[in-house]
């Protein structure tokens, strides 16, 4: 493999980081939901709300649970599934809330959905193209690491 693309990866001097973006998370939940009419909640505020969500292990469950964690408390998750379809049908019926990466929630441009931002410590993640710094990365591989650059700075 010549080259990766990461999330939250942590420094190590085998690898060059190339970081691309850092994605917010953010609170989302149906436009029927009592909180529909809020743009930021305080982390805080999300401590015991039935959340629906990724089970434990997967990325997007733990970039979540350590950002609450901070704060001291942890997610009152009442449903889990690894399917995000699955998880934004659930918050759409009003079943519970959800917490994802607000990227993810701006493409998708679903008027049944509410995007609160989250203040005093929201989740986020960040992507970064990694390889070895003892490879020899060809001409193609540093075009494709350029053109790859290009795609997020343009966003």
């Known amino acids: ?11 190590d001097d085998r690898l060059v980081i190339i970081p691309l973006c850092k994605e917010e998370y953010v609170l989302t ?21 039935p959340m629906v969500m990724y089970p434990k292990g997967f990325l997007g469950r733990e970039v979540v649970e350590e950002a609450v964690k901070k704060h001291g408390f942890h997610l009152h998750s009442i449903l889990e599934t690894s399917s995000v379809t699955s998880i934004l049908n659930l918050v759409r019926a ?52 350029e053109q790859i650059k290009h795609y997020f700075k343009s966003k």
Do not use: F, W
């Open 94 to 145: 009003n079943i519970g809330v959800t917490v994802q990466p607000y990227p993810l929630l701006q493409q998708m441009n679903d008027p049944t959905l509410c995007s609160i931002r989250i203040s005093n410590g929201a989740p986020s993640r960040s992507l970064s193209i990694i390889y070895h710094v003892d490879r020899y990365v060809s001409q193609a591989t540093t075009a494709m690491i």
């Open 1 to 11: 493999m010549d080259i990766g693309i990461g999330t939250n990866v942590e420094s």
């Open 29 to 49: 939940v149906s436009k029927e939901h009592p909180l529909a009419k809020q743009t930021v909640i305080p982390i805080a505020e999300l401590e015991g709300l």
